[in-house]
């Protein structure tokens, strides 16, 4: 017998003692199968959004590092009393980011060479009145913010409105489980599971809007429209039947 048959037989034998564990695994799971309706569903609710969220920076610029860190300081001070003086109870502001970089010139047929350094202090704005949102946009490019983006919409009961739309979804998925059991028959003993995933997020418009601002002697506030927004939210739920 060849090194090769001897092989060839001890594969053999393997495979066929592994046959048995496997044919009774299968076998035990189909034995204790109880049936089950898998169910796909999502819930709507709809509601005005009542939290703003503005993202504003001061930028400046100046031949070395220090002087650009040094005027974006006095800019962000400056900037920093403004807003705090605007904000009202419930309101927040908050750095959301600082650095200081080389930007450059590109001589044709040279290497790159450094023209100078940027300082830029970026700020986040929380506002919970939303007929202010136009003022502290201009407030903003007024006291030396160079970028303003924005509004976040959030919504300060967001748990309650996701759960809102969580049960509406479940609601319609017991419905479903419960056409479909009765079309066999059957009916719908229990909840067995369920997984939700919320798919709407406050919306996010983002828009420059420092070109956009009223110049100082028009005093005429950046106007914004709040709009309704749906929060969705998806459910898998698997019901047994019998």
């Known amino acids: 017998m060849t090194k090769f048959q001897r092989y060839l ?4 034998s393997l495979l066929m003692g592994l046959v048995p564990a496997l044919a009774g695994a299968v076998g035990q799971e189909g034995g204790s199968k109880i049936p089950t309706a898998k169910i796909n569903s999502d819930g709507v609710v709809k509601a005005f959004p009542d939290i703003a969220i503005m993202n504003l920076a001061i930028i400046t610029e100046a031949a070395k590092a220090p002087l650009a860190a040094t005027e974006n300081a006095k800019q962000a001070e400056a900037f920093l009393a403004a807003v705090k003086k605007f904000c009202q109870a419930g309101d927040t502001v908050k750095s959301t980011g600082y650095r200081v970089t080389p930007f450059y010139t590109y001589p044709k047929g040279k290497k790159p060479v450094i ?6 202090h970026g700020f986040q704005v929380r506002l919970s009145n939303l007929e202010r949102l136009g003022e502290l946009i201009d407030l903003g490019v007024q006291q030396g913010a160079d970028e303003v983006s924005g509004p976040i919409w959030e919504h300060a009961k967001i748990e309650a409105l ?6 509406q979804a ?3 998925a017991q419905a ?3 056409a479909l059991a009765q079309s066999l028959n059957l009916k719908v003993k229990r909840l067995q599971q369920v997984s939700t995933t919320t798919r709407a997020t406050p919306v996010f418009r983002e828009k420059n809007l420092a070109m956009a601002a009223a110049a ?3 005093r005429v506030a950046t106007p914004i429209e709040v709009g309704e927004e749906e929060i969705r939210v998806q459910i898998e739920a698997v019901f047994e039947l019998e």
């Open 9 to 12: 037989i001890l594969g053999i």
């Open 176 to 178: 479903m489980a419960t």
């Open 216 to 218: 100082p002697d028009e």
């Open 170 to 172: 479940l609601q319609k």
């Open 162 to 167: 996701t759960q809102g739309a969580a049960v």
């Open 115 to 120: 023209a100078g350094y940027r300082a830029r």
